[in-house]
């Protein structure tokens, strides 16, 4: 199928300005934000992967280019062609390290998640109760204990990640669980073994005392809110191992069905609770 055009899309609008059009990143953005607008019987929104619009020469802003900088560098386009006033085209990225590296967005057709993706919304303790009694068919009192020991492994994760940012590094982890042991029901998370061995590769380019250094220079952007600095990848490679340590094979789950089956989850009326949706109902919702 061929790929939209900037040009077809901004024609489009002038012509049939009731429509309302979402750009996401990826699949399973367009899935979460699909079925919000269902949940909310807005029939008339239709949500887009940016895959699915021809976007030449699109900026890059960080250390690779990828579909964040395909969004942002439509939304641009949008800001500068598109009336201020209009709701029939909206742009949607995951706000990631951004507060952390102190990058704001200031584009009127262009939203940020509230916390660091999309994928983490679902990463809090009614959902989380919701699964474990539903799928995994154990009692939801465990997770409190599960969240309390995430939070410190995955806090360390994402602040190194944001090191790797910060520095224009351009090089992925390797498997932390490889790190990390159940023992007496605790999570231990060798965090400068992991580090050491990060380091040990010649294009991360940076002493382990100057990564350091990074890494707690951006600590006290630190909240109390631990989807604000945990990166969704880690998030269900953990769950992942943590479920097959403490269960077994039967519960070995690949980290991208976890990813579905917690956003299965969610109770989608409980995302109007939160800016990102709050301003796309409203968007939608609204008159040309």
């Known amino acids: 199928m061929p790929k939209r055009l ?6 489009q609008y002038e012509l049939e300005p009731t429509i ?26 239709q949500v887009y992967n940016i895959d699915t619009v021809d976007i030449p020469n699109p900026i890059q802003l960080g250390n690779k280019q990828g579909n964040k ?20 085209c909206t742009c ?21 998640t509230d916390f660091t993706s999309i994928d983490v919304y679902p990463f809090e303790k009614n959902s989380l109760e919701e699964f474990f009694r539903i799928f995994i068919r154990t009692s939801p009192e465990i ?15 994402f602040m190194m990640r944001v090191a790797r940012e910060s520095l224009g590094i351009n090089k992925a982890f390797c498997d932390f669980t490889k790190y990390c042991k159940l023992e007496n029901n605790k999570i231990n998370f060798n965090r400068d073994r992991f580090i050491n061995t990060l380091l040990t590769s010649k294009a991360w380019a940076v002493t382990k005392p100057n990564f350091e250094k990074e890494i707690e220079k951006h600590r006290k952007k630190i909240t109390n809110e631990i989807r604000n600095q945990t990166h969704n990848a880690d998030i269900f490679l953990l769950l992942s191992w943590w479920l097959h340590k403490k269960y077994g094979v039967k519960h070995k789950y690949n980290p991208e069905t976890l990813k579905k089956v917690l956003f299965l989850c969610l109770k989608l009326q409980d995302l109007t609770n939160y800016n990102l949706f709050k301003v796309l109902k409203k968007r939608a919702s609204q008159q040309p």
């Open 6 to 11: 900037k040009e077809e899309l901004l024609a």
């Open 69 to 88: 900088d395909r969004v942002i560098t439509l939304a641009r386009f949008f800001d500068a062609e598109v009336a201020p006033q209009s709701s029939t």
């Open 20 to 45: 309302r059009d979402i750009f996401v990143e990826g699949i399973t953005d367009k899935f979460a934000l699909d079925s919000f607008f269902k949940e909310h019987n807005l029939k008339n929104v």
């Open 143 to 157: 997770v409190d204990h599960l969240l309390e020991q995430f939070e410190p492994v995955l806090k360390e994760l």
């Open 92 to 112: 949607v990225i995951d706000k990631d390290c951004d507060n952390f590296l102190n990058i704001n967005w200031s584009n009127k057709f262009l939203l940020t």
